[in-house]
């Protein structure tokens, strides 16, 4: 053997890459002995592949999918860069880089802060949300230019942070421009996901890249703001607030009359409590019929309210307070006609028991 011989059979044959399976490998730069290319080596494109010849950092042909023998014919601009005007044998320098084609799913996205916005019911509110997305390369060379340049094997996670970051920064506008409510998003994500999809493609085309699908799996508020919400659902859910405690009164006696003594040992906690659940719903009821008439805050529990006839006029109802502010400054007297829940008529205030207290006793009359 000669060592022109030895010296031919050093050069690469056949270009080629197997990409491996456990690996998510986007470009690879197939390894070589000085960047000597033997002229005449078989090039294998396998399919969800591209390979791309760098001339001294410039591109120079990009290959899809086949089987190529490297010759002058087969690279006309790199043939163009060497000035081979005729054919031309001996090894030359190039890099080869293989481009994975193929589309990467299941890729994850997630709001690392939450995102502010105006819900029209909450008002400002923060949500969270995470989903899936996919992509491929479409432009090799655009893509070997922004992202590859000269990394001899690029991974996915070397370019996750950045595709993350734009999603989420088109995500928030897209969720701005939705303008949708907090509690409607949940029936929504296949539109939101949609407008996502659109508004992301062109940042992502500006790599090389397309994004292909994308989901929203979950909008979440912060955990207070939900706990809220359940409170707020489950009140609606017990409706009657009485009989509900009613409910829960019943049950308690239950359980006691299990234990020996148990009744006797939770009478007095159980009595209060049934008081404390009477004032706390005749004290709600009140309310209630106090801001249906307009009126201020509801009387006292147990203290009886009165209406007063002032200059002809109906006012009221009156508790024991105003009643008497009214009797010191001559508006309430002895005369004026009052009426409360339960009497018959209109009567002077002097007949009413719970009223005469507020007036002076009257002299008597003076000696003749």
């Known amino acids: 053997m000669s060592i022109f011989d030895k ?4 050069f690469v044959d056949i270009i080629q890459w197997t990409e491996p399976s456990q690996n998510e490998i986007l470009a690879y730069r197939f390894p070589r002995y000085n960047n000597q290319i033997k002229m005449g080596a078989q090039l294998t494109v396998r399919e969800g592949q591209v390979a791309v010849f760098v001339n001294e950092g410039q591109i120079a042909d990009v290959y899809k999918p086949g089987m190529y023998t490297l010759s002058t014919q087969n690279m006309p601009i790199l043939s163009t860069l060497k000035g081979w005007k005729y054919g031309f044998n001996s090894p030359f320098l190039a890099e080869v880089y293989f481009i994975s084609t193929r589309q990467w799913t299941d890729q994850k996205w997630g709001t690392q802060n939450p995102i502010m916005m105006r819900d029209a019911e909450f008002g400002p509110v923060r949500i969270r949300a ?15 230019r922004q992202l ?3 990394d001899p094997s690029l991974e996915t996670y070397e370019i996750s942070n950045q595709l993350r970051n734009t999603i989420i920064a088109r995500f928030t506008d897209v969720v701005a421009q939705a303008k949708l409510p907090v509690l409607d998003m949940a029936g929504n994500y296949d539109k939101i996901s ?3 999809l659109e508004t992301i493609k062109p940042d992502l085309a500006s790599l090389g890249l397309a994004l292909t699908l994308f989901y929203v799996e979950n909008i ?9 919400l359940d409170t707020r659902t489950k009140m609606g859910v017990l409706g009657d607030m009485s ?7 019943a049950t308690a006696i239950g359980d006691a009359a299990k234990n020996p003594g148990g009744i006797a040992g939770v009478g007095a906690g159980l009595g209060a409590g049934m008081a404390m659940a009477g004032q706390m ?11 249906a008439a307009g009126g201020g805050a509801p009387p006292i529990p147990g203290a009886a309210a009165y209406y007063v006839a002032l200059n002809g006029q109906q006012t009221g109802p009156h508790d024991a307070a105003t009643l008497a502010t009214m009797a010191r400054d001559g508006r309430l007297t002895r005369a004026s006609l009052v009426w409360k829940q339960g009497l018959p008529a209109w009567i002077a205030a002097e007949t009413v028991g719970d009223l ?9 009359p003076l000696p003749t």
Do not use: C, N, W
Request: charged share 10%; hydrophobic share 45%; net charge negative.
């Open 148 to 150: 590859v340049a000269t």
């Open 281 to 291: 719903s005749g004290a709600m009821q009140s309310g209630l019929a106090a801001g």
């Open 7 to 10: 010296i031919r059979g050093e």
């Open 220 to 228: 979440s508020l912060p955990p207070e703001v939900e706990q809220a």
């Open 356 to 364: 005469a207290t507020l007036f002076p006793p009257a002299p008597p």
């Open 194 to 196: 949609k407008l996502a």
């Open 243 to 249: 009989k509900y405690t009613q409910f829960q009164t």
């Open 130 to 144: 995470f989903g899936t997305y996919a992509f491929h390369v479409t432009d090799a060379a655009v893509f070997l």
